[in-house]
């Protein structure tokens, strides 16, 4: 015969049995998950700039061959002598010598020469005197330019243009032989123009863009239709540069010559930006990868030129865009294992390389990642 307990005792053992089962079944469910579940790190990797210098060979004809050499750059090269010259307006001013005040033209009406001599009167209306400062001959129904000075340079002061006269002629030929002035005659001399250093310079330069484009025209005419479409540049050598002047020298012009030779040279850049990004690539830290090059960046100077082996080397300067690559050793699934979404976020926020890192576990509600590392993959963007 029962006791009256044993109702209680069977219920606190179901429900005993029950919480066991539940207990059970949680850590049934966290150590599956744990064994068998899924986790996905999805990286977005920040991208960096990336630049470089490298020489490249360019080689005329090279990459006709069969077998091409990929460390080459197929061009065409073309070396030419130009030469040109022109007349420049000098830029500068001068102090005038301080014994003459400017110049004056000197008018002859008459069929024969008149020679005048150094320190010839020359009278304007007003009383001032002037003197010639060299010897002139003032052609026949012609003119000459002549510098003057001040008989009286303590006492002189501006002279405004107005007709002259020489008294030292007969009478009769003072109204035909003659001196006249365009400009004020200014006291103390005033300027003139004068050729300056940078005049020169400019000179110079201009010459050598003006070769250099004429030497562009002349071979891109020389260039097979494929070809045209190549990058084109020109590598100068000034084999003489002259000017009819020098620094100081008081001219209103001069003019400058320049013996220019020119190495023309097209290259396809196509082929060259392939060596250049496989150079870039190649300086980029193991965990890295070059992600896109600037063709924009591009940048070249002329190196050397071989006229034996008719190459050019090249010096580019690139810049470029680099990223975590997938399978660098960062995202390693081994180092994720256990845990937690939060603790897997806070260990990416330590590098600059990692722009954001989203998780994702499978089952949603998993706490931590997988303990097996083959579980858990990552996704690079």
């Known amino acids: 015969m029962g006791t009256p307990d044993a109702p209680r005792l069977t219920r606190g053992y179901l429900v005993f049995g029950l919480v066991f089962a539940a207990a059970g079944v949680g850590l049934w469910a966290a150590l599956s998950g744990s064994l068998y579940g899924r986790a996905e790190i999805i990286v977005t990797a920040a991208q960096t700039r990336a630049s470089g210098e490298y020489l490249v060979t360019v080689q005329d004809g090279g990459g006709a061959s069969a077998v091409p050499d990929p460390q080459v750059v197929p061009g065409r090269i073309h070396e030419q002598t130009f030469d040109g010259s022109q007349a420049f307006a000098a830029s500068g001013k001068v102090p005038r010598a301080s014994d003459t005040i400017g110049d004056v033209t000197l008018r002859n009406t008459t069929p024969r020469s008149q020679t005048l001599v150094a320190t010839t009167r020359v009278l304007a209306p007003d009383g001032t005197l002037l003197r010639l400062k060299d010897r002139v001959v003032v052609p026949a129904n012609g003119t000459v330019i002549a510098a003057v000075y001040p008989d009286k340079p303590e006492s002189f002061r501006q002279l405004a243009p107005t007709r002259l006269t ?107 930006s392939g060596q250049v990004r496989q150079h870039l690539s190649e300086q980029l830290p193991f965990t890295h990868e070059l992600v896109a090059l600037d063709p924009s960046s591009l940048k070249y100077e002329t190196q050397r030129y071989d006229p034996v082996r008719k190459e ?66 990552f996704t690079v963007r």
């Not at 400009?183 to 000179?203: I, M, R, S, W």
């Not at 897997?344 to 499978?362: C, D, G, H, L, M």
Request: hydrophobic letters at 40%; a neutral charge; glycine letters at 6%.
């Open 166 to 272: 020489i008294p030292g002629l007969p009478v009769s030929q003072q109204a035909l032989i003659y001196g006249e002035t365009t400009a004020a005659l200014p006291a103390g001399g005033g300027e003139v123009p004068a050729v300056t250093v940078e005049d020169l310079k400019n000179a110079e330069a201009a010459l050598v863009k003006s070769l250099s484009r004429e030497a562009l025209e002349k071979f891109d005419g020389m260039l097979a239709e494929r070809e045209k479409l190549y990058s084109k540049m020109v590598h100068k050598e000034i084999v003489s540069s002259t000017a009819d002047a020098k620094a100081g020298d008081q001219r209103t012009e001069f003019t400058a010559a320049v013996t220019l030779k020119v190495v023309a040279l097209a290259f396809d850049e196509v082929r060259l």
């Open 312 to 377: 050019v080397t090249l010096k580019v300067y690139a810049e470029g865009q680099s990223a975590l690559k997938p399978g660098s050793p960062l995202l390693n699934p081994a180092t994720m294992t256990g845990l937690t979404k939060t603790q897997i976020q806070t260990f990416f926020a330590r590098y600059p390389e990692v722009k954001s890192v989203e998780v994702r576990f499978s089952p949603e509600g998993l706490p931590r990642a997988p303990r097996s590392a083959s579980r858990i993959i």
